[in-house]
């Protein structure tokens, strides 16, 4: 018998599974709710002298700044004399870049940027954050720079329009000169990181006033900072007391660990995969309950990201399309040119997915093709099984009986005049067609049930003479 698409009780176990995890998701992201958490898990006040070590590494994203931001308004609170930054980036959002660079020029605690370890950079955004800083400094072998606004998809770069490309950079610049000014370092060499794409090595970086000092390591740097007097973003003056500093390393607690792994463009393509194909499997095949579970779940956490990322309409429309087309591919026979379609139309949907004027992050070409050609077949077979299943002979009831074969008992007569036939070793009233009489001991075939008589015909109806 043919199952029904969905069941309504395991409809409502997907839907409450996914519901749970979206309230869990929300109140772990409210605001609200991280700042109980600082405020129930944060320690005494540390000593005078503590520096607070943080660390870029990688994509600068909204949980990376919500760790750099948290762990700056952290050591304001605690009193801690310096906030120190390493940084090792290849850029990353405007919006996250932006936030991070507030809480630096608004922080009551001096801020290093520090590019390290040796090999390290602090490109495009990277070199945006380096220069908001109280200080500024290098490890030997790194470099900054680089820091014209691209539009790029799947982490390629694209053309786009020459006013459009204009404005982008004019502002960007604008916003870097704000700042940079007020340190008192080289705004013209620095317009050219943006203006002229230009980068610049350690000893270029200082030689241009970009930065302030290059030094070998944390310890070496604290020791040059060791009674220097900086001046403030509001004009003020301190001198740094830093002869005998403890340093403490403010780590990702394990929540920003775990989305931090969520908003990356591939973790979020895959689990927006993912979420759907879970669901589809669940509608198509109803009764199967870890698609539903695994799916709502993963969906939830790809809507997560989606609020953080800047995911554009066009990639979540063309991916819809791919989907609508892989059903139609199963259900009409055209030699494969819907499924091709939907396979182009789901590898381009994941590189328009995301974009970002600042950087190349987006999902990747081999990301985009290794979850798109699994997603069609899976999505094309299930939904022809959906479809074979319609045509499946019912396996209960009255409509088990229509097509079996049985065996005359008492002989029909034709009309409404009944007999008796054994079908399934069970004695059946049975009626034929008016003009057919059929002898005790032939064999019939079940042709309509009608209540509890059956309308049957001969398994070979007799042949007429002479033929």
């Known amino acids: 018998m043919t199952r029904p698409l969905a069941s309504p009780s395991i409809l409502r176990g997907s839907v409450c599974a996914s519901i749970a995890v979206g309230i869990l998701l929300a109140v772990l992201s409210h605001p609200a709710a991280r700042a109980v958490q600082a405020a129930t898990s944060s320690p005494a006040p540390i000593a005078t002298q503590t520096v607070v070590v943080l660390s870029i590494d990688g994509e600068i994203e909204p949980i990376l700044a919500d760790y750099v931001v948290d762990g700056i308004h952290d050591a304001a609170r ?16 405007d919006s996250a870049m932006r936030r991070i660079i507030q809480a630096t020029l608004q922080s009551p605690v001096p801020v290093v ?3 390290a370890p040796t090999g390290s950079r602090a490109a495009s955004a990277g070199f945006f954050i380096l220069l908001s800083a109280d200080v500024a400094a290098m490890s030997p072998g790194t470099d900054t720079g680089a820091a014209s606004p691209i539009m790029a998809i799947g982490g390629q770069p694209v053309q786009i329009d020459d006013t459009l490309h204009k404005k982008i950079v004019n502002e960007a610049t604008a916003y870097l000169r704000s700042y940079v000014s007020k340190r008192g370092r080289n705004v013209e060499l620095a317009a050219t990181a943006v203006s002229d794409a230009k980068a610049f090595s350690e000893k270029e970086a200082l030689d241009g006033k970009l930065i302030d000092l290059v030094e070998p390591s944390t310890d070496a740097l604290l020791t040059a900072l060791n009674g220097r007097t900086i001046t403030r973003f509001d004009g003020s003056t301190v001198q740094l007391a830093l002869d005998h500093p403890a340093v403490v390393s403010r780590e990702m607690t394990a929540r920003q660990k775990f989305l931090t792994r969520i908003v990356q463009p591939d973790a979020f393509y895959i689990l927006l995969i993912l979420g759907v194909l879970g669901l589809y499997t669940e509608f198509t095949h109803p009764g199967m309950f870890a698609p539903g579970v695994i799916g709502g779940i993963a969906l939830v956490l790809a809507l997560f990201a989606m609020h953080l990322l800047p995911v554009n309409a ?13 059903v139609l591919e ?8 819907l499924g091709v379609g939907g396979f182009v139309s789901m590898i381009l949907g994941a590189l328009l997915l995301i974009q970002s004027p600042i950087t190349g992050m987006g999902v990747r070409l081999s990301t985009a093709m290794g979850v798109a050609l699994p997603f069609a077949v899976i999505a094309i077979i299930l939904m022809r099984l959906v479809l074979r299943s319609r045509s499946w002979k019912s396996s209960t009831g009255k409509e088990e009986m229509i097509g079996e074969v049985g065996d005359v008992v008492e002989a029909l007569n034709g009309g409404s005049e009944p007999g008796m036939v054994r079908v399934h070793g069970e004695l059946w009233r049975a009626i034929t067609a008016a003009a057919q009489s059929i002898p005790a001991g032939a064999r019939v075939r079940v042709k309509k049930v009608n209540g509890l008589t059956l309308h049957v015909e001969p398994v070979n109806p007799p042949q007429p003479a002479g033929s």
């Not at 009193?79 to 990353?92: E, Y």
């Not at 066009?314 to 087309?325: E, R, V, Y």
């Not at 199963?330 to 040119?337: D, E, F, N, Q, R």
């Open 78 to 93: 605690q009193g801690a004399s310096l906030v120190l930054i390493t940084i090792n980036t290849p850029g990353g959002l």
């Open 314 to 326: 066009t990639g979540l429309a063309l991916i819809a399309l791919a989907l609508a087309l892989f």
């Open 113 to 115: 940027d520090y590019v």
């Open 330 to 337: 199963a259900k009409y026979p055209t030699h494969g040119i």
